[in-house]
């Protein structure tokens, strides 16, 4: 199953939002760097309207939904790239997962001590980004020494990935995410090898307090974070963590009634479970009837989730597999 995975520096929110996301609280959460040593996981349920007008036409209430894996994974901070903290460990487990939810802190709490003692997004994002640049620079470095030896015999492959390590390093030296880098297919494809953490497709959570929620526009740190993530052409979303944490006790009339008398109309966790949904690139089908075997209701209605479309085979590529022609058909 394919994970988006929580990063962030410490004490930002990122294990509430684990623990409201997976609907949970069994996630330590402490006023402390490094309280989450080890990666959370979390199976989490795609919330989807869709599957509601089927469900009463084939007379079920047994309703399937898609689901997607959450990581909650511990701050990094300055120096992760080198070791600083547990930042090789750290690095690891991001570079395990397929996408990331970077959790920005956009509110003041006296009693919630921040790393570098002030609220500044644009700081904050950027020492992240710094960080996971530098591990893949290290990466890529590392790379260059391996291909160029066979680059210089005049072997074809190593030429065409040599080519593409010169298009990343001179941005990952900048500091850039190697996922701003124009490549073609080709290229992309060679890039892949690389497991590169800045090449990962990245959302950003915006993380407020309950007063902002209703009035997000009028917010400074917001604006911050929405100006950076059109930037790079990634979403960000409004939430509250600690709130949406509150209201896991809650059926979800109430959670929507608490919602609405905020002046807010859906929940932000909602709002991210269908953003990782969609950035990493899984779509659902669904499909309704009776089941085949088993117990429980004869009928149900379920989402099924399809793969990234890029690993969907075309029919062009499924009629060359079966010998076919498109005029044989």
Do not use: W
């Not at 930002?12 to 609907?23: H, I, M, P, S």
Request: aromatic share 4%; glycine share 6%; hydrophobic share 40%.
């Amino acid at each position: 199953m394919l994970q988006a995975g929580f990063v962030g520096l410490p004490n930002v929110g990122k294990t509430t939002l684990f623990n409201a996301v997976t609907a949970q609280s069994s996630a330590l959460i402490a006023n402390y760097a490094f309280s989450t040593s080890k990666p959370n996981v979390g199976v989490v349920a795609v919330p989807d309207e869709r599957l509601a007008p089927p469900a009463k036409l084939v007379k079920t209430e047994k309703i399937v939904p898609a689901s997607v894996e959450f990581v909650d994974i511990a701050g990094l901070v300055r120096g992760s790239s080198q070791g600083e903290g547990l930042g090789n460990q750290f690095l690891h487990a991001i570079r395990e997962t397929d996408t990331m939810v970077q959790v920005v802190r956009c509110f003041e709490d006296e009693t919630v001590v921040h790393v570098d003692g002030s609220i500044n997004p644009r700081r904050d994002v950027e020492t992240i980004q710094i960080e996971l640049a530098l591990a893949d620079l290290a990466t890529i470095e590392r790379r260059r020494e391996r291909v160029q030896k066979t680059a210089k015999s005049g072997d074809k492959t190593a030429r065409a990935e040599l080519e593409v390590i010169d298009k990343l390093q001179p941005a990952l030296e900048e500091f850039q995410p190697a996922r701003n880098v124009s490549l073609n297919d080709e290229e992309r494809a060679i890039a892949r090898n690389y497991f590169l953490l800045t090449m990962k497709p990245t959302i950003y959570a915006a993380n407020v307090n309950e007063a902002t929620l209703n009035l997000p526009d009028e917010n400074e740190q917001v604006k911050a974070m929405r100006e950076i993530a059109a930037a790079e052409g990634s979403e960000c979303v409004i939430i509250c963590a600690q709130l949406e944490a509150d209201l896991v006790d809650l059926s979800p009339a109430e959670r929507l009634e608490y919602l609405e008398s905020l002046g807010v109309t859906s929940s932000g966790v909602d709002q991210l479970i269908k953003s990782a949904y969609r950035v990493l690139g899984l779509m659902s089908f669904l499909t309704g009837g009776e089941k085949r075997r088993g117990p429980g209701p004869s009928h149900r209605v379920r989402a099924r989730r399809m793969p990234p479309a890029q690993f969907i085979p075309t029919l062009r590529e499924v009629l060359s597999a079966r010998k076919l022609s498109a005029t044989t058909i």
